[in-house]
């Protein structure tokens, strides 16, 4: 599961999607059912730090009195 640190976020999804569509199928081994449930709970966490990520990375343009860009803030909520 060390592959997962490096993936992106569009490939964590997928790799996801794949699993989830795996495990509904029904026709997974018990075992392997098992690793797959792992591997998405992995890939899952990635996909929520990654978002985490990039939510701190947003941020609003300030403008001054003259209304010219003068800074950002980090938007709050996201």
Excluded: W
Excluded at 15 to 25: F, G, H, K, M, Y
Excluded at 40 to 63: N, Q, S
């Amino acid at each position: 599961m060390n592959d997962i640190a490096s993936m992106s976020f569009e490939e964590a999804m997928k790799a996801l999607e794949t699993v989830v569509r795996d495990l509904e199928s029904g026709n997974v081994e018990l075992e392997k059912s098992i690793g797959l449930y792992e591997r998405g709970a992995a890939l899952k966490a990635h996909c929520e730090r990654k978002l985490k990520e990039a939510e701190e990375k947003v941020a609003r343009i300030t403008l001054g009195p003259d209304g010219q860009p003068n800074g950002t803030v980090a938007v709050e909520g996201l």
